[in-house]
């Protein structure tokens, strides 16, 4: 086998490989050989079919079949002789498949990149801390109350935290645009759900009225089309509710399945819980911190074909939580890939720096913090020690579960090699997303 490598452009390769004639063509005629035994053609008894007319029933599709898997297994083999990691499949182009000749083809694809890790030593991080204030459990009390309120129409002008029920039409210079109309759509004012000023707009607003509300997308919506672009909705209310929330007793307590019957246990049980999502977000925000800084060390030519893997993955995520929806529209048109390609670039390069930290640190996932993870999510379900046994004994769980500790190793052995400022936040500030740099 003959193999010639060439760099055509940043990380694209271009692997010419030949292979003898004899190669393929042996194959062939073996596998034609064993087909005379096993081939059932009417006027021939099974196994005693000329092997003339086998190979003239059956000779190109098998010779098709041998130069598929020649070809496959000829080009892992050259990628390894060469020392080459490709990143994403190969286009394989045959330039000779006749019989008798030489066989050639032609295969491009990308390599994954070198990777010279920065020293991160001087780097400065900030370890956050948070208190939980009485006023933080009435708030977070008061956000489970709402959860369960019930709705019931209200005639009146409807008012910051009401419901409203509408069917509204946006258009953008006079024509309607995608994505931007709906019929019965339900709404709590306030909630921000909808683009700056749409909400504020149905404040005052009663069953029946109809509003034309001029606004202006913003510069940085996930639509490309759409940022910064000044549209009109025509929205139509037809109906407005209010909520009325439980009291606080032995019924409310039981439906977040707490068995206390006092209201003192029941905060302690909210505040618990309010401590686990303050540690898991403060634990985000530090890990945030070292990715945004590996990604700001670390120039890291990206391979095309990994980061349309991380765009088509995030448009998946997000297409399920449109259910059904989803089969009825142009997914692409709707969500181009455009739209998640800053955040595939980002975890692209996340995972090549964090591959090549792994490994020259020659770092192992720790049992102990692959259990914690592991009791942790089971944790939340009613039967835990079910979901931990379900973990264990499925290789592709526990791989991710693997990978998120290693991921943790990594952020810690960084950590310890920087510098650590102490600060303190509030409970609010401790459990809001961060955005990523």
Same mark, same amino acid.
């Given at each position: 086998?003959?193999?010639?490598?060439?760099?055509?452009?940043?990380?694209?390769?271009?692997?010419?490989?030949?292979?003898?004639?004899?190669?393929?063509?042996?194959?062939?005629?073996?596998?034609?050989?064993?087909?005379?035994?096993?081939?059932?053609?009417?006027?021939?008894?099974?196994?005693?079919?000329?092997?003339?007319?086998?190979?003239?029933?059956?000779?190109?599709?098998?010779?098709?079949?041998?130069?598929?898997?020649?070809?496959?297994?000829?080009?892992?083999?050259?990628?390894?002789?060469?020392?080459?990691?490709?990143?994403?499949?190969?286009?394989?182009?045959?330039?000779?498949?006749?019989?008798?000749?030489?066989?050639?083809?032609?295969?491009?694809?990308?390599?994954?990149?070198?990777?010279?890790?920065?020293?991160?030593?001087?780097?400065?991080?900030?370890?956050?801390?948070?208190?939980?204030?009485?006023?933080?459990?009435?708030?977070?009390?008061?956000?489970?109350?709402?959860?369960?309120?019930?709705?019931?129409?209200?005639?009146?002008?409807?008012?910051?935290?009401?419901?409203?029920?509408?069917?509204?039409?946006?258009?953008?210079?006079?024509?309607?645009?995608?994505?931007?109309?709906?019929?019965?759509?339900?709404?709590?004012?306030?909630?921000?759900?909808?683009?700056?000023?749409?909400?504020?707009?149905?404040?005052?607003?009663?069953?029946?009225?109809?509003?034309?509300?001029? =606004?202006?997308?913003? #510069?940085?919506?996930?639509? /490309? +089309? @759409? *940022?910064?672009?000044?549209?009109?909705?025509?929205?139509? $209310? !037809?109906?407005?509710?209010?909520?009325?929330?439980?009291?606080?007793?032995?019924?409310?307590?039981?439906?977040?399945?707490?068995?206390?019957?006092?209201?003192?246990?029941?905060?302690?049980?909210?505040?618990?819980?309010?401590?686990?999502?303050?540690?898991?977000?403060?634990?985000?925000?530090?890990?945030?911190?070292?990715?945004?800084?590996?990604?700001?060390?670390?120039?890291?030519?990206?391979?095309?074909?990994?980061?349309?893997?991380?765009?088509?993955?995030?448009?998946?995520?997000?297409?399920?939580?449109?259910?059904?929806?989803?089969?009825?529209?142009?997914?692409?048109?709707?969500?181009?890939?455009?739209?998640?390609?800053?955040?595939?670039?980002?975890?692209?390069?996340?995972? =090549?720096?964090?591959? #090549?930290?792994?490994?020259? /640190? +020659? @770092? *192992?996932?720790?049992?102990?913090?692959?259990?914690?993870? $592991? !009791?942790?999510?089971?944790?939340?379900?009613?039967?835990?020690?079910?979901?931990?046994?379900?973990?264990?004994?499925?290789?592709?769980?526990?791989?991710?579960?693997?990978?998120?500790?290693?991921?943790?190793?990594?952020?810690?052995?960084?950590?310890?090699?920087?510098?650590?400022?102490?600060?303190?936040?509030?409970?609010?500030?401790?459990?809001?997303?961060?955005?990523?740099?």
């Amino acid at each position: 086998m003959q193999v010639s490598v060439e760099t055509t452009n940043g990380l694209e390769r271009r692997l010419t490989v030949g292979i003898p004639a004899d190669t393929v063509d042996s194959e062939v005629q073996k596998r034609l050989q064993q087909a005379t035994k096993t081939v059932r053609i009417n006027g021939f008894r099974k196994g005693k079919v000329p092997f003339k007319v086998v190979k003239q029933r059956y000779g190109e599709g098998v010779r098709q079949e041998v130069l598929g898997d020649t070809i496959n297994k000829s080009f892992y083999e050259a990628v390894t002789s060469e020392k080459l990691r490709p990143a994403g499949q190969p286009s394989i182009e045959p330039t000779s498949m006749e019989e008798g000749k030489d066989i050639q083809f032609v295969a491009t694809f990308e390599v994954y990149p070198e990777i010279e890790l920065a020293d991160l030593g001087e780097s400065e991080f900030t370890r956050y801390d948070a208190d939980i204030e009485e006023s933080d459990i009435d708030k977070m009390i008061e956000t489970l109350r709402k959860s369960q309120g019930e709705w019931s129409d209200l005639d009146a002008a409807a008012a910051t935290d009401n419901r409203v029920k509408i069917s509204y039409e946006g258009k953008r210079d006079g024509e309607v645009f995608e994505g931007g109309s709906a019929e019965g759509q339900w709404l709590v004012l306030g909630s921000n759900s909808m683009i700056p000023g749409f909400e504020d707009g149905l404040v005052g607003a009663k069953s029946g009225d109809e509003k034309e509300l001029q =606004l202006t997308f913003p #510069e940085d919506y996930h639509v /490309e +089309s @759409l *940022k910064g672009a000044d549209v009109v909705f025509s929205v139509k $209310v !037809e109906q407005v509710q209010e909520q009325t929330l439980p009291e606080i007793n032995d019924e409310f307590f039981t439906k977040f399945g707490v068995e206390s019957k006092d209201e003192a246990s029941f905060r302690e049980e909210v505040k618990g819980n309010m401590e686990r999502e303050k540690t898991r977000a403060l634990r985000g925000k530090l890990k945030e911190q070292v990715m945004d800084t590996l990604i700001k060390a670390n120039d890291v030519q990206l391979p095309s074909a990994l980061v349309q893997n991380e765009i088509d993955a995030l448009r998946n995520q997000t297409m399920q939580q449109y259910g059904a929806i989803a089969e009825k529209i142009d997914v692409k048109a709707l969500m181009p890939d455009e739209m998640f390609k800053e955040q595939a670039e980002r975890r692209t390069a996340l995972g =090549l720096i964090i591959s #090549e930290f792994v490994k020259a /640190e +020659s @770092l *192992k996932a720790d049992k102990d913090r692959v259990r914690e993870i $592991v !009791e942790e999510t089971a944790s939340t379900y009613e039967d835990p020690e079910e979901v931990i046994n379900y973990y264990y004994s499925n290789e592709q769980l526990l791989a991710n579960v693997e990978a998120a500790a290693l991921e943790d190793q990594v952020v810690d052995t960084i950590i310890e090699r920087g510098k650590v400022v102490e600060s303190k936040i509030s409970y609010d500030e401790a459990i809001k997303p961060t955005e990523a740099a």
